[in-house]
């Protein structure tokens, strides 16, 4: 809003008005792609970006254009939801590389193979959000009854040691990612979880992307069609610069990228980054939607798919109790703290208000060094959408039942 020193944020009830932002999407309607990445708006970002010092080029935008870089086959594992009476069988279908979603299915299939090999109490029967340990007899093994946040903590870490290395623009290296998902591989990496104490050495470090500028929606139609929708210009108005007319502010996520020449996402021509938005779903064996999801946030976004998930699939959770519980926030190498080497792993676990102290402290007895946030920062925490798909046991007649994280401004609506 215009103001006399120059523009301001709008206040509380006023109508905020962007015509040329209206007129960028009349033309992508109009034209498409091709009018976006060719046309005026296309030529406008280039010639703004020149203006600052930039070195993008009108053949930078056809190359992309050309590339279609967003149609990646999305990347998934199996996983056992056991709320029906008998446990289903579901697939997670996560964002590919260059995108994170990789981080969540890599911590839910790590959790897998500790369940599989007995090496922890069935995640169903533990405590949400506790973090005390007992040694106790189960199942005729001794077994050590570890807390259910120091799993979730720790798994997370993993993954996301061998995220940030390996999460790179799949059209510049030869990665396997599937092979990041296998079970042998997902059971060697569990072998790096200590029932009792925090790791302190992990392979890689954590990313360092916390602050996001990103919005998630979901939509399902009455024949079970979805869709899983997420966008964002990463940070807070991403690079702050408009190219005039257009109405939108420019992208920053040339931050995702390294600047090690042996890292697999090192900063280079035609190349895309470390990306950090990740839309999800879940659908049966059948091939039947089962949820539609999304917690935006930042490298928050797979920690909340992982606590989420757990919360629906192992705890009974239904999606409104699933989002509005307190999550934790595993935060290494945030800006200003970037840490590239296994010490990340023993940075801050940040608590969300809810989380008792004494849980807290135990963690901290296990060597996380936790921090509770209340609060507006718990804004650190995400936000998410879920619509998950059941139906009636009588009629068979499918149900809808959808929710919104109260820590944002979304909503759950019928159309």
């Not at 290296?173 to 059971?187: C, P, T, V």
């Not at 999550?327 to 809810?354: D, I, Y």
């Given at each position: ?94 964002h590919a590389p260059n ?137 807070k108005f991403g690079s ?176």
């Amino acid at each position: 809003m215009k103001a006399s020193s120059g523009y301001r944020a709008p206040r509380e009830g006023e109508i905020f008005k962007n015509p040329t932002l209206a007129q960028t999407f009349r033309q992508l309607a109009e034209e498409g792609k091709e009018g976006f990445y060719r046309g005026r708006v296309g030529e406008t970002m280039i010639r703004t970006l020149q203006n600052e010092g930039g070195y993008h080029t009108m053949e930078d935008l056809q190359y992309h254009l050309n590339e279609d870089g967003g149609c990646l086959t999305p990347l998934f594992i199996r996983l056992l939801d056991e709320r029906p009476s008998p446990p289903i069988e579901v697939d997670l279908w996560e964002h590919a590389p260059n995108s994170q979603g990789i981080v969540a299915l890599m911590a839910l299939g790590i959790i897998r193979e500790l369940e599989k090999t007995d090496r922890i109490i069935p995640i169903a029967q533990q405590s949400h959000n506790s973090a005390r340990y007992v040694k106790e007899s189960y199942n005729f093994n001794r077994l050590i009854r570890t807390s259910y946040l120091h799993i979730v903590i720790e798994c997370l870490r993993i993954a996301f040691a061998d995220a940030i290395w390996y999460i790179s623009d799949p059209e510049s290296s030869n990665i396997n990612f599937n092979a990041l998902l296998s079970e042998d591989y997902l059971s060697e990496r569990s072998k790096l979880f200590d029932p009792k104490k925090a790791a302190i050495d992990l392979a890689h470090g954590s990313p360092a992307y916390n602050v996001s500028d990103t919005v998630y929606l979901a939509v399902v139609d009455g024949d079970g069609n979805a869709c899983s929708f997420i966008n964002s210009v990463c940070d807070k108005f991403g690079s702050c610069i408009v190219p005039p007319g257009t109405g939108f502010a420019l992208q920053n996520r040339g931050t995702g990228f390294r600047l090690d020449s042996r890292h697999p996402n090192v900063y280079a021509p035609l190349k895309r980054p470390y990306h950090t938005i990740i839309p999800a779903m879940m659908t049966k064996t059948d091939g039947s939607l089962h949820t539609v999801f999304g917690v935006m946030g930042g490298a928050m976004q797979p920690q909340g798919h992982v606590q989420v998930l757990l919360n629906m699939l192992k705890l009974g959770f239904d999606p409104q109790e699933a989002l509005d519980v307190p999550r934790v926030c595993v935060s290494v190498g945030l800006p200003g703290k970037q840490l590239e080497t296994g010490q990340a792993a023993a940075q801050t676990v940040f608590l969300e208000e809810g989380i008792h102290e004494d849980v807290a402290h135990e963690l901290q007895n296990m060597g996380h060094q936790t921090e509770i946030v209340t609060g507006f920062g718990r804004s650190m925490f995400g936000r998410g959408q879920v619509i998950s798909v059941s139906h009636d046991p009588v009629t068979g007649q499918k149900v809808y039942c959808a929710a919104s994280d109260g820590r944002g401004d979304g909503a759950a609506a019928p159309l």
